[in-house]
Nanobody, 120 residues
Framework: QVQLVESGGGLVQAGGSLRLSCAAS????????MGWYRQAPGDQRELVAL???????NYADSVKGRFTISRDNTKNTVYLQMNSLKPEDTAVYYC??????????????WGQGTQVTVSS
């Protein structure tokens, strides 16, 4: 089992920036895709951004041009740089990892979530 620990959430004014980090730990694993989802009160969890092991990326249309996802494979860590934040970006942000472990592929882990609040 891979454990994901997020950090970097908080309160920021509209137009500001935040950087989220998520570190994966465990034993005998290899991460394929990492990324971020978010969930606002009353809404379903939605994709924000994903990054593959080859660093290919996929973004939600609502964050394109404002958010940048990156990863450090040596640290099993994924980052989300969020610029030009808007009140509608307010949500709990969850780290996501799809990985291989002990001969089994397609395993998924989620972080505990970190709150991002953007004030107008």
């Amino acid at each position: 089992q891979v454990q994901l620990v997020e950090s970097g959430g908080g309160l920021v004014q509209a137009g500001g920036s935040l950087r989220l980090s998520c570190a994966a730990s465990g034993s005998s694993f290899r991460i394929n895709t990492m990324g971020w989802y978010r969930q606002a009160p009353g809404d379903q969890r939605e994709l924000v951004a994903l990054i593959g092991s080859d660093r290919s990326t996929n973004y939600a249309d609502s964050v394109k041009g404002r958010f940048t996802i990156s990863r450090d494979n040596t640290k099993n860590t994924v980052y989300l740089q969020m610029n030009s934040l808007k009140p509608e970006d307010t949500a709990v942000y969850y780290c996501y990892a799809r990985y291989w472990s002990s001969g089994v592929s397609g395993l998924v882990s989620w972080g505990q979530g970190t709150q991002v609040t953007v004030s107008s």
